[in-house]
């Protein structure tokens, strides 16, 4: 495989021209798009690096790197609001492919949002133009789980990523892995952080939730990469013998767990509150890889959880045992020290340079990258920023950022 394609012009899928605005006529159009065979991958360097095997050079992605910096990003919200453009597949898919115009990217993480899961499970979710989301109904009380669904087909409540997802993919053509994701049971957003007052005043309730969540976001990732084994026969009619080779049809080749506010719990509650669900996760999505899919190799997955310096180690559980192949890094976790404390456990980590570094000039922003990849090495580890980028980033900040680390990087390999 290529390492380093050069950029195509990614048009969004010949598909999309029959595609209309009615949903149904969409979803029936990208059933039939899933029956034919996804693009062969072109360059699989990240996928390398999550499975501890050699790359040429490092890896690198961004964390929203579809957003609010991009011209064309802009210009698309201002004609849909935020929600549509999730749960519209076509749109979703070109916000997808925008930045892999512009940049040489190692990865497309999908358009979507973390917030479509309390959604499926029935709350309801604004998203407030200059201020984030916003629960206009949240649960103030223990009573209120009532209105928080216990059972959810996320095939009707998410079949719009699933569509999205296979778009994309077919989309990509082949020019890099595509990421799904789903943020953890119990962070999220400010709005879900005022909710630490639950795990004090309601812990048995807390778990009751969380619970619920886990639960949803276990079926949607699966789902994200793969159809189950009856919805195969129903939808396509492939016989018994051959549908192992059709597992993989909507398709994510990786997945990342976001908790972007881990820290804001102390290590005690993020033990009792976080880290369970966060490996009940791995594990039950790695486990449905095997024993419902019949995968050799279960597909790679990426922790995120901000501010949990506390937990790397119990983050990094072997993958071999279940847990996470990549354990993401914020920008305040010392590269050398991460790698150390993980390094029995099998993982490989990605990270971490601080977003704000892209406020520089290109030349700091490489020396910066210089040193970040003289402490991480360039093996075993995928590079990124420490958390996500910034609306009032320069889209060229993030072109220094990502040519510097295939330079640097490959200059290392060849010394």
């Known amino acids: 495989m290529s390492a380093a394609p050069s950029l195509p012009a ?14 149904a006529a969409t979803h029936e159009a990208i059933r039939l798009l899933r029956q034919q065979p996804f693009p062969a991958l072109r360059n699989d360097l990240l996928l390398r690096a999550a499975r501890h095997q050699p790359t040429e050079r490092v890896p690198v992605w961004a964390m929203r790197q579809a957003g609010r910096y991009l011209p064309e990003f802009r210009e698309m919200r201002a004609e849909s609001d935020f929600f549509k ?13 925008q930045p892999l115009r512009r940049f040489e990217l190692d990865a497309a993480i999908i358009f979507s949002d973390i917030l479509v899961v309390p959604q499926a499970l029935g709350m309801h979710v604004d998203m407030i133009k200059g201020k984030g989301p916003s629960f206009p109904e949240p649960l103030n009380t223990p009573e209120d789980l009532a209105r928080v669904k216990t059972e959810v087909n996320v095939d009707e409540a998410l079949g719009y990523v699933f569509d999205a997802l296979t778009l994309t993919r077919h989309s990509l053509d082949g020019l890099v892995p595509l990421f799904g994701f789903a943020g953890a049971p119990g962070g999220g957003s400010k709005t879900f952080a005022k909710a630490k007052t639950w795990l004090f005043k309601y812990p048995e309730a807390s778990h009751e939730l969380l619970r619920r969540i ?24 492939y016989d018994t013998a051959g549908l192992a080779k059709h597992f993989t049809l909507r398709c994510a080749q990786i997945l990342q767990v976001f908790d972007s506010w881990a820290g804001e719990l102390s290590p005690t509650e993020f033990a009792q509150f976080a880290l369970p669900y966060l490996k009940q996760i791995a594990v039950e999505v790695k486990r449905a890889c095997v024993e419902q899919l019949g995968m050799t190799e279960a597909v790679p997955m990426v922790v995120f959880a901000k501010g949990a310096h506390f937990a790397l180690e119990e983050l990094a559980s072997p993958a071999t045992g279940g847990g996470y192949d990549v354990v993401g890094l914020d920008w305040t976790m010392p590269p050398q020290s991460a790698r150390a404390r993980v390094a029995s456990s099998g993982v490989a980590v990605q990270g971490n340079l601080d977003p704000c570094v892209l406020f520089a000039p290109h030349s700091q922003i490489e020396a910066q990258v210089t040193s970040m990849l003289a402490q991480f090495g ?38």
């Open 10 to 23: 990614l048009p969004v899928h010949a598909s999309v021209a029959a595609l209309t605005s009615d949903p």
């Open 85 to 97: 453009v999730c749960r519209t597949p076509q749109l979703a898919c070109e916000v997808t492919l």
């Open 214 to 237: 886990t639960t949803v976001t276990i079926r949607y990732l699966v789902g994200q990469f793969a159809i189950l084994l009856d919805k195969c026969v129903q939808e396509h009619r």
């Open 378 to 415: 360039t093996q075993n580890y995928i590079a990124n920023l420490g958390h996500g980028m910034m609306p009032e980033h320069s889209p060229e900040a993030l072109r220094c950022f990502v040519d510097a680390v295939h330079a640097v990087s490959a200059r290392m390999n060849a010394a």
